[in-house]
């Protein structure tokens, strides 16, 4: 089916441990995006994609890598949890229009 | 440092009456407005876009932008209780090297009461 998915849905993990969050979209869309969403900050912007091969940072990057070899997947890693880590992850690709579309989301719980 | 701000409410109105989401926006040269839903524990929806000064209708829902005043709004006519979520503006600010980031408001809650 045509749409933009991200697995795991839910995620506990320990604290120090390296967690990838996958993201993948049928629509061949260039822009991509990772966001955090938290209780009283909103959706925060991790890193963007403009195409393959080409990433940048967002507000808030610090302890996340990401990678995009193939237009449609935008894996999101943590290399080594922590705590303030704990959140819920969207991805997300641009349309033509500059419209955004989510995947479903990430709940990742560090302990 | 360009911002979007949203009441964070929650609005509560009666079922069947009209509900008036406001969103302002600090930079003068967006170009793009988003209107999305966001039901608890659920990813946002994009409901409405609009990218002219005026108003844009899609059933229930109308969109008004006013580039002048810096706002953009959320009307729901006849509202029901599935409406009841969290509404989140977002805008797309003109930029050289944007690369089509969006700047986003915090929500606002509405509640429609049966």
């Known amino acids: 089916d045509a749409g933009i998915t991200q697995s795991p849905r839910y995620k506990i993990t320990e604290t120090g441990r390296q967690v990838t969050l996958m993201c993948h979209q049928t629509?061949?869309?260039?822009?991509m995006f990772w966001y955090r969403q938290d209780l009283g900050h909103g959706l925060r912007l991790i890193y963007y994609s403009a195409a393959a091969d080409i990433t940048d940072k967002g507000e808030v990057p610090d302890g996340y890598v990401v990678s995009r070899s193939k237009t449609e997947n935008f894996p999101l890693t943590l290399e080594s949890a922590t705590r303030s880590q704990t959140s819920v992850y969207f991805c997300?690709?641009?349309?033509?229009?500059?419209?955004?579309?989510f995947g479903p989301g990430t709940r990742l719980t560090v302990t | 440092q360009k911002e979007v701000e949203q009441n964070s409410g929650p609005l509560s109105v009666p079922e069947g009456a009209i509900a008036s989401l406001n969103c302002t926006y600090s930079?003068?040269?967006?170009?793009?407005f988003f209107w999305y839903r966001q039901y608890s524990g659920k990813s946002p929806e994009l409901i409405m876009s609009i990218y002219s000064n005026g108003d844009k209708e899609d059933g229930r829902f109308t969109a008004q932008l006013n580039k002048a005043s810096q706002y953009v709004s959320l009307l729901i006519r006849d509202s029901q209780p599935s409406d009841s979520a969290t509404y989140l503006c977002?805008?797309?600010?003109?930029?050289?090297?944007?690369?089509?980031?969006?700047?986003w408001g915090l929500g606002t809650s509405l509640a429609v009461n049966p």
């Open positions: 629509w061949s869309h260039s822009y």
């Open positions: 930079d003068r040269g967006s170009q793009s």
């Open positions: 997300t690709s641009g349309g033509e229009a500059y419209e955004q579309y």
């Open positions: 977002a805008v797309n600010p003109l930029g050289v090297g944007n690369n089509r980031k969006l700047i």
